[in-house]
């Protein structure tokens, strides 16, 4: 019987372990957003991301400082709705809505089972619509939150700065972007050294060698990270007015993006 639990009190998010690249495979395939993840997907992204849950935790805040009335709060890439989930606790402006978007059919759904179960357990939790879609071709409706939370990166890098500007397009004024990537660095000594903290990272979280140089030549074709001053530039011609990190934990970061 599979195990259940959720971010905050809830259903239908597996806790099931992530063992997905314990055993040795002969041919190691692309990393893919499919059933197997998804069974896994909580306890693989906090064990392999340094500071997620707090990032997901006050990206709720910081939403909540930018919502505008009667406005949309995007979660772009939303998985399985651990942002969606913090932004409908946290933020109260009147008339808010959020729209979660993922191309996975699998994450759609348990998305879904999951804020459906959050909504029979907790009452004034913002309106929200969980689309499977690609989010390089949504149509953007006049938004106050825009959440990117781990999602850039694994588009192709040549499309970032269109998807970009169309948020901006569609950001009202006083909203905000909020921006979360692996970073990559642009001195050799400083990459090196926050590469092997994460490492260090992932191994003290009970991941062995095998999993770790398996799960990453499985990322590196289709997860490209960018420098902070590569994201910052970017977000400048995309149209942004200013960009702030707000978190790093060793080599994963979170900026807000002013319109
Ligand atoms: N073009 C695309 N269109 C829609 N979705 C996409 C696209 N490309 C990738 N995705 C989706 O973006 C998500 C990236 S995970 C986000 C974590 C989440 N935000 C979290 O805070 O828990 C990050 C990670 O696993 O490192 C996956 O669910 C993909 O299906
Ligand atoms: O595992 C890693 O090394 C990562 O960079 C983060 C990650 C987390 C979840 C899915 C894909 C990548």
Same mark, same amino acid.
């Not at 306890?43 to 392999?48: V, Y």
């Not at 799960?215 to 289709?222: D, P, T």
């Given at each position: 019987m599979p195990a259940f639990s959720n971010y905050t009190a809830g259903t239908a998010v597996s806790k099931e372990p992530d063992r997905l690249f314990a055993q040795p495979l002969a041919q190691v395939p692309d990393f893919a957003f499919n059933e197997d993840v998804?069974?896994?997907?909580?306890?693989? #992204?906090?064990?392999?991301?340094?500071?997620?849950? $707090?990032?997901?935790?006050?990206?709720?805040?910081?939403?909540?400082? *930018?919502?505008?009335?009667?406005?949309?709060l995007y979660d772009l890439g !939303?998985?399985?709705?651990?942002?969606?989930?913090?932004?409908?606790? &946290?933020? +109260? $402006?009147?008339?808010?809505?959020?729209?979660?978007?993922?191309?996975?059919?699998?994450m759609v759904e348990r998305c879904r089972e999951y804020l459906n179960g959050q909504d029979s357990m907790f009452q004034?939790?913002?309106?929200?619509?969980? #689309?499977?879609?690609?989010?390089?071709?949504?149509?953007?409706?006049?938004?106050?939150?825009?959440a990117l939370n781990f999602t850039l990166q694994f588009i192709a890098p040549d499309q970032r700065t269109a998807l970009l500007s169309r948020i901006r397009q569609s950001l009202l004024p006083g909203g905000a972007? #909020?921006?979360?990537?692996?970073?990559?660095?642009?001195?050799?000594?400083?990459?090196?050294?926050?590469?092997?903290? &994460? #490492?260090? *990272?992932? +191994?003290?979280?009970?991941?062995?060698?095998?999993?770790?140089?398996?799960?990453?030549?499985?990322?590196?074709?289709?997860?490209?990270?960018? !420098?902070?001053e590569e994201h910052c530039e970017r977000l400048l011609a995309a149209g942004f007015s200013k960009v702030v990190p707000w978190f790093q934990c060793l080599n994963f970061a979170s900026l807000i993006a002013l319109p």
């Open positions: 998804v069974r896994v997907f909580p306890d693989m #992204i906090k064990r392999s991301v340094p500071g997620y849950p $707090t990032i997901v935790e006050n990206l709720g805040v910081l939403a909540a400082q *930018f919502a505008q009335p009667n406005s949309v !939303s998985s399985l709705g651990a942002v969606t989930q913090a932004l409908r606790r &946290h933020v +109260r $402006t009147d008339g808010c809505r959020v729209i979660a978007v993922d191309n996975s059919a699998a004034e939790l913002l309106p929200v619509e969980v #689309i499977e879609g690609d989010i390089l071709a949504l149509e953007f409706q006049p938004a106050s939150v825009v972007l #909020i921006l979360s990537e692996k970073l990559r660095f642009e001195d050799e000594q400083e990459h090196a050294l926050l590469t092997d903290l &994460h #490492i260090a *990272f992932k +191994r003290a979280n009970g991941y062995s060698e095998l999993e770790i140089a398996q799960k990453r030549s499985a990322i590196e074709n289709v997860m490209k990270p960018d !420098s902070l």
